[in-house]
């Protein structure tokens, strides 16, 4: 896992996962012996490294000003809602069909009650599990209808956009409209690509990881 001091810092979800980081680095918090609680932390690493500095934003290009710009646009806990409920979609389809489901069941709907929960407690509101439904239904709608990866991405890069500035979290119609200008799309999309890749498979070997050392018949 890498971690770099530079990281944007403004938001709840990346200075807890930074301070996990350490905790892990330095030992104080034991991997070889994961918990709920832990694993649902990994996850919020997980999810805090999307929009984190990459080899592209040290090389000069120039799209390289507006970039920095968009590092501190998309800094915040708005945006890693939208990163994070895309990847409990994930999550929850990859957990389908395990057995038993009984436990995987239960152990999603944990996870998923702490997402819902921080971000409850960090917007001082009550209704995040009904943005979590809303983007859960459109992403499970194009699940069935057999999309790829691109057209998850076409809907979600709308999402990130407009969480610009830490824009408070809203309701969104999912119009087959682009309505995101080029230099935003530059930027989300190089960089949940480089999420997707690197940390999406990571998170699945976390849960795996958890599941080896909490097997059903312990729980």
């Excluded at 209704?127 to 709608?141: G, H, I, P, T």
């Excluded at 998850?152 to 682009?178: A, G, M």
Aim: glycine share 4%; charged share 25%.
């Amino acid at each position: 896992m890498e971690n770099k001091e530079n990281d944007q810092m403004d938001s709840v979800i990346r200075s807890e996962a930074n301070i996990f980081f350490f905790l892990l680095k330095d030992g104080s918090y034991d991997i070889s012996n994961l918990h709920f609680n832990s694993l649902f932390k990994l996850i919020l690493y997980s999810i805090s490294r999307f929009g984190i500095e990459g080899e592209l934003d040290n090389l000069n290009f120039p799209l390289k000003e507006d970039w920095k710009i968009l590092h501190k646009s998309y800094s915040g806990d708005s945006t890693l809602f939208e990163v994070g409920c895309f990847l409990y979609f994930l999550i929850e389809q990859w957990f389908r069909g395990k057995k038993p489901e009984w436990y995987y069941e239960r152990l999603f709907n944990y996870l998923l009650t702490k997402f819902v929960w921080k971000f409850n407690k960090i917007y001082k509101f009550g209704n995040s599990r009904d943005f979590y439904k809303q983007r859960y239904s459109k992403y499970l709608e194009i699940a069935e209808e057999g999309g790829n990866i691109e057209d998850y991405y076409f809907y979600l890069q709308q999402l990130i956009f407009l969480t610009k500035e830490s824009t408070q979290l809203k309701e969104h119609d999912f119009e087959r409209v682009n309505i995101v200008p080029f230099t935003h799309s530059f930027w989300i999309k190089a960089k949940f690509f480089a999420w997707y890749v690197g940390m999406v498979p990571q998170t699945y070997k976390f849960i795996e990881m958890f599941i080896t050392q909490n097997p059903p018949k312990n729980c």
